[in-house]
Structures are given as C-alpha cells and as structure tokens.
C-alpha cells in the first residue's frame, strides 16, 4: 500500500509526457500546467450538419407555436368563452337585474335593447343591450352619426360606462360573440365591413371588446378601425386576448374613446 502514491505520480508523469508530445512541447516540470489542445480546423461537413439542425429546430419551434396558436382559437378560446360567460352571469345575475328595473323606470320603452348585428362570416344575428336610447331613435345608424337625441341621465351613465354591453355576456354563451374580437356592426356600415374584408377581419367572431376598442373606439375613422380588427385577427393568442382585457379595463375607467351623443 506504500507504493500505491508513487505509483500514482509515475502514472501521472507518464500522462503529462504523452500529452506534451502531442502537443509538440518539451517535456513538462512538475507542477506546470499543460498547454492547450490545438484548436480544431473547421469542418464543412460538420457546419453544414448543424446548421440544418438549426434550421430543423427553427422550423419544429415554428410547427409547435403555430399548432399551439390554431388549438387556441379552435378549441380553448371557445372554451374560455363559455366558462367565462357561464361565471359573469352567476356572478352578474343580481346587479344586471337591477340594471333592468332602473332602465326600465329611466326609458320610455322596453329595458333591453335587440338590434342585428354582423357576426361571423357576415351572418346576422341579435345583439343584446340595455337601452341607451329613446324608443323612437332610428336602428339603421352608427352610433357616431346619431344627433339631437334626448338621453336620461341613466342612459348616459350606461353608455359612458359601457354597462349597456354586459348583456351581451349571453351572446358569448351562445357562440355568436367572443370576449374578444372585433366589435359587431350594423350592416349599413358597409365601409367598415368592406374594409375588414381586406384583412379577414369578418372571419372570426366579434368580440365584447376588442383591439380597436382600446386604441380609440368611436373616435377612429373606419380605415383605421378595419386595419386594427385585422391586426388583432393575424395575431390572436391567449396573451394577446388577455392584454385587450386588461386595457379594456383600464380604458372603460377612464371613460376613453367614447363619443357623446348631442
């Protein structure tokens, strides 16, 4: 067992000598560090290999995220609607009861509001609201191009704090709207519907709130409208959805974007 350390150093000393020689070096002292190994020569074949396997990965990251994205608005978002829609009316039932009984008492006609709307592909359907209006304003119009309407207070209160949208909460449940997405329009804004078809804007559902909604709703010219719905349309995600939400929030308590009524 004596032997076992000196042993050992020869071993070492043999080690260090091989690997000087092939490094083209004298014989090293003890305790000397070993120089480096030569760097390796480049090797075509080599970075060819890698840089394909760069490229595969790239394309395999790329497949994965356009599967996740197609999942989300096939499936989940669907889903997210429903659940969420379900939880808001649980939630909502009492307060959008009492909503009811007030604008009714504040409105000379019926408390809620239907009026046809564009929907998926250009498909009407019903959009439901509280009345913001008197009961013999014209249905045909934009909101931007309707005057000399006489609102109750409680009507504007509604219409300045978007509550008059809430019960479309039950258009998201039957799966004319979503959350998010364009907002739907009467069809006699055939500017804007037209302008949407340019970006696909019309083939996804119309939404609660939405892209444009947040970046300036009433005061945007329909151009501008047109080109953000499709911006939101090429780029829906669970994280886009969920940033539209929270600035939606925060546009609503600032009462941005919104055009009163003379």
């Known amino acids: 067992q004596g032997n076992i350390p000196g042993t050992w150093w020869q071993l070492r000393r043999v080690h260090w000598a091989r690997e000087a020689r092939a490094a083209g070096v004298g014989k090293p002292q003890r305790g000397m560090a070993l120089p480096a190994h030569p760097p390796a020569q480049p090797n075509k074949e080599t970075d060819k290999a890698c840089e394909i396997r760069v490229v595969d990965d790239k394309k395999r990251f790329q497949t994965l995220k356009d599967t996740r994205t197609i999942m989300y608005r096939i499936y989940v978002k669907r889903l997210l609607d429903i659940c969420g829609s379900l939880l808001c009316i649980v939630l909502l039932s009492l307060p959008l009861l009492i909503i009811a009984i007030i604008t009714q008492i504040n409105s000379d006609g019926s408390a809620l509001f239907l009026q046809r709307r564009c929907g998926l592909h250009k498909k009407p359907f019903f959009i439901w609201k509280f009345r913001t209006l008197p009961k013999d304003a014209p249905d045909d119009l934009p909101t931007n191009e309707l005057t000399n309407l006489q609102q109750t207070r409680w009507q504007r209160w509604l219409r300045r704090s978007s509550t008059d949208e809430l019960l479309q909460i039950f258009n998201i449940l039957k799966g004319d709207m979503s959350f998010v997405g364009p907002r739907p329009v009467i069809f ?54 969920l940033k539209c939400l929270l600035l939606t929030f925060l546009s609503v308590m600032r009462q941005e974007g919104i055009r009163k009524i003379d």
């Not at 939404?207 to 499709?230: C, V």
Request: charged share 40%; net charge negative; hydrophobic share 35%.
């Open 188 to 241: 006699e804004e055939h500017d804007l519907i037209d302008e949407r078809d340019k970006y696909g804007a019309n083939d996804i559902l119309p939404g609660l709130t939405g892209w444009a909604q947040i970046n300036g709703r009433d005061e945007l010219e329909f151009k501008e409208k047109a080109r953000l719905d499709g911006e939101y349309a090429r780029g829906m995600s669970f994280w886009f959805d």
